[in-house]
């Protein structure tokens, strides 16, 4: 079996459509799915910069590369029916809460239209058998619990972020029981994930990108709220949950429809000032401005995901402990810093240095 391997060949010589294969997590996700053997076929936005993920591993040139908007139904639903692809996986949205506030219209416009047109291309193309929509942990309603939430727990959120991810679960929840849930059509599900880290990431206002921006160009990085405490994940491991549910309703269809948590395990409690630590433990030299960190955990800003639905019925389950996702991660960043290194063979050992754990 090929190293990288954890899908029992599912996923070979099949065709997959990544929406947002551009980004950090697509494009992550497009190294994974091109080495299992897939062909790739990516539809998004160009990427936003040179060092981005897509760029430093040469993408472009190893798979089917397509830009175009989310917004624009037409152009994707004739993208889909041009490729006829057997999977597709949503992961093009605007991401970022702050972005959310400074133009609300468009993170609307893109994550909920946006996952709209997707399921009307993947209506209207009979050859998609998989659908896959990625969200996040902040679709849910947050009432600042301490326990994780379920799958079926409330969708919510107040920033527009959050709110546009609620509402793109409510559209999937929509879109599944109106027109996914008989007879010979997709089997349509969605991933919800926590605060996803690893090389290869440097979107503004994210913690890890901005210490490694900081560290690299020689300035002090400044932390934002060092103590709410986050579902923090080495990116492998949502990507191992989102193939493995692929995996499970191309096998085993409409039993695996809806919604599924990918988080850490219920112990692994981390805030951002526990971040902060870790990564001073490899770059001792990080310089870092903020007078909390270390503080004792508070209670405000607390969102932990429930995984014992993947855990039980995917069997799917982290691999990394917390001292193991910050290291693979800043192992990503120094690779790709290190200009001798070809970064996509950096990307495919970390894959089945994963794979093996
Ligand atoms: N990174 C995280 O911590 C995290 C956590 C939970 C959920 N998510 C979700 O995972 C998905 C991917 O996130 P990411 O971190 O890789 O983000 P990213 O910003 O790195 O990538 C976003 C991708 O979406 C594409 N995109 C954005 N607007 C578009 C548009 N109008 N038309 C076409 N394509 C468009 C971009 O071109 C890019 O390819 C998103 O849905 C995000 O909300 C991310």
């Not at 949503?90 to 609307?108: C, G, K, R, T």
Request: charged fraction near 25%.
């Amino acid at each position: 079996m090929n190293s990288l391997d954890l899908f029992s060949k599912c996923y070979k010589n099949k065709k997959v459509i990544i929406t947002g294969h551009t980004g950090f997590k697509g494009s992550w996700m497009a190294i994974w799915l091109k080495e299992l053997g897939a062909e790739v076929y990516g539809y998004s936005l160009e990427p936003s910069l040179e060092k981005d993920n897509f760029v430093t591993t040469e993408l472009s040139k190893k798979i089917n590369h397509n830009i175009g908007d989310i917004r624009d139904k037409e152009k994707l639903e004739t993208y889909f029916n041009e490729v006829k692809p057997d999977f597709a996986f949503h992961l093009a949205a605007q991401p970022l809460v702050i972005e959310s506030y400074n133009d609300p219209h468009y993170n609307f416009e893109t994550n909920l239209m946006g996952t709209v047109n997707f399921f009307e291309a993947v209506r209207n193309c009979p050859s998609v058998k998989v659908a896959v929509n990625i969200t996040t942990d902040k679709c849910y309603q947050n009432n600042e619990w301490m326990w994780g939430y379920r799958e079926n727990d409330a969708m919510g959120g107040d920033d527009p972020y959050s709110a546009s991810k609620g509402c793109s679960e409510l559209i999937t929840n929509s879109y599944l029981k109106s027109f996914f849930s008989k007879g010979n059509t997709a089997h349509v599900a969605s991933g919800r994930a926590g605060n996803v880290i690893g090389g290869g990431d440097w979107a503004e206002n994210r913690i890890i990108p901005d210490m490694i921006r900081a560290y690299h160009s020689n300035k002090t990085s400044i932390i934002r709220n060092p103590n709410s405490v986050r579902p923090w994940q080495f990116v492998l491991e949502p990507l191992f949950g989102y193939l493995k549910l692929g995996e499970k309703l191309w096998n085993d269809g409409k039993l695996f429809s809806g919604g599924w948590n990918f988080g850490p395990a219920a112990f692994e409690n981390y805030s951002v000032g526990d971040v902060v630590n870790e990564v001073k433990k490899i770059i001792p030299e990080i310089k870092i401005d903020s007078p909390n960190v270390g503080e004792k955990l508070h209670e405000a800003g607390l969102l932990k995901l429930d995984i014992t639905k993947a855990v039980n019925l995917l069997g799917w389950k982290p691999k990394l402990n917390f001292e193991e996702t910050i290291q693979s991660t800043i192992d990503g960043y120094l690779q790709e810093l290190n200009k001798n290194n070809n970064v996509y063979d950096c990307r495919v050992k970390q894959i089945e240095a994963y794979c093996k754990k």
